[in-house]
C-alpha cells in the first residue's frame, strides 16, 4: 500500500458537502490521494468541529441548501463521488471527549469521569513551560475509557460507531488525542473496522506526548504516526532522534501546517520560498504528508474549529500548486520517500545549510537520498558538501524548488543554494 498524501478538507472553511468535489478535483490534480475531514458530526454549544453532540447527526453547516433527504445519504453520496475520482477518504475519530451538552451524559452517566462532587469532568492540559497555566476545555466532557464501570458497553458503542461509518463509505480514521485512549480499545477498534474492510487505515494524533505514551500504542495496529517535524528548525537534533524512536513503532505522517497551527505564510511573514521549502521536507522527512486546503494559495488565517466559515476563503496572488504537484509526482517516483527510513544529520546544526542523509530498505534494495537545506529565508548560502556524500557519488540533483527536471550533480563539493531551498540528491 502506498504511503498516504492527504488533502485535509476542513469543512468549516470549505462549506457543504456539494462543494467538496470541486476541492476535491484540484486536490487529486495536485496528485493528492487521501482527503482527511475534520468532523463533520453535530457540534454541542461551542460549535466546535471536535465538541460532538451526536455522533450519528450531521452538522447542518455541511449540509447541501435545499437537500431535504437523509443527510447520512447525502454523505454517503458524496464520499462516492470522492472515489469515483480515485480518492480514499479519512474521517476524524474523537472518542477521548464529547460535547458538555451531549445526551450521552444523561443516558450513560458512567461512560464520563466526574469530579469528587459527581460532576463531569472537561479535559484540561499543563503547559509544559509553565505548569502554572493549565488550559480547559470546558464545552467538552472527558469520556472515561479506562475506568468505566460499563466499560463493555462503552466499548460496545465505539464498536458500533467504527461500523457504521465504514459502511458509510469513510476508509480510514484519523485518530485525535490517541495517547489518551486505553490501546487495548485501540487494539479492539482496530481489528472490528478490519474485519470489515482490511484495508482500513488508522493514523495517530500523539503530537506533544511522551515517547511511553505513544510506545503503549505499538501493537494496536496503527498504520502511521502524525509526527512534530513541522515545528522543527533544523538547528537541533531531538527531531532525528524522535523521528528514529518512534519509527520503530509505525511509519509517520509530516505536515508544514495544520487546522491546530499558524498559517505558514503567517509565521513567516509571507516568504513563498518558505511555503515551498517545508512542504518539500515533509514529503522527504516521513512516509506519508498531509496539506490542508489553502495551503497552495498561501493562506494566512489560522483554521478555527468553532469559528471559520466560507467567508474566510483568502484572495491571494499565490499559487503553488504545480510544485505542490511535482513533489507529490516525485514522493511516488522515488520509493525511498514513500518509507520512514532513518534520518543522519552529516553537517554541523549550528551552521547555515544541514545537510542530511536518509537510507532505507525499499523494494530494490537498500536506498539513499541526500537532502540540503538553505536554513536561511531571506539570503542565498554556499554549502560544502561533506565528504561522505562525494564518496557516495549521487548521480543526480533536484532542485525541486526551482524546476521539476532533476540534472546531473556537479562536480565541485560547492552547491550554491537559494534562500529556503531544499535539493535533493540521489
Known sequence: MDSPI?????????GPMDQWIPHAKRA??????WIY????????????LYAVKDLYKLNPLFIPAGDEGDPMAALRRTITALHDLGLKVMMDLVIN???????????????FRRDEQGDVL?????DPADTRKVTVWGDLAEVDNAHSTERQSLWTYWSAMIQFYLDVGFDGFRCDAAYKVPAELWELL????????????????????????VRALQDTGFDYLFNSSKWWNFDAPWCLQQHEEFSEIAPSIAFPESHDTPRLMQETGGLPQVQRMRYAFTACFSAGQLMPVGYEYGFTRK????????????????????????????????????VEGRLVALSAMDTASLVLRKTAAT???????????????????????????LEAAPKRLHRICRSTEAVPRPKDDLLHLDPAELVLLY
Open 190 to 213: 482496530i481489528g472490528v473496522a478490519r474485519r470489515a474492510n482490511p484495508a482500513a487505515l488508522f493514523a495517530a494524533e500523539t503530537l506533544g506526548c511522551r515517547l511511553t505514551e
Open 6 to 14: 492527504i488533502y485535509n478538507l476542513f469543512p468549516r472553511l470549505v
Open 303 to 338: 483554521l478555527d474549529v468553532c469559528s471559520t466559515t466560507p467567508d474566510d476563503w483568502e484572495e491571494t496572488s499565490i499559487d503553488i500548486s504545480a510544485f505542490v504537484g511535482e513533489v507529490n509526482r516525485l514522493k511516488r517516483q522515488l520509493p525511498v520517500l514513500g
Open 97 to 111: 471527549h464529547t460535547a458538555k451538552d451531549s445526551p450521552l451524559i444523561k443516558e450513560h452517566p458512567a461512560w
Open 122 to 126: 472537561s479535559p484540561s492540559a499543563i
Open 28 to 33: 487529486k490534480a495536485m496528485g493528492f490521494d
Open 363 to 389: 523494494s530494490a534494495g537498500t536506498t539513499q537520498i541526500y537532502l540540503v537545506v538553505n536554513k536561511d529565508w531571506q539570503q542565498p548560502q554556499p554549502c560544502k558538501l561533506p565528504p561522505e556524500l
Open 37 to 48: 475531514i475534520n468532523p463533520v458530526q453535530y457540534p454541542g454549544f461551542s460549535g466546535s
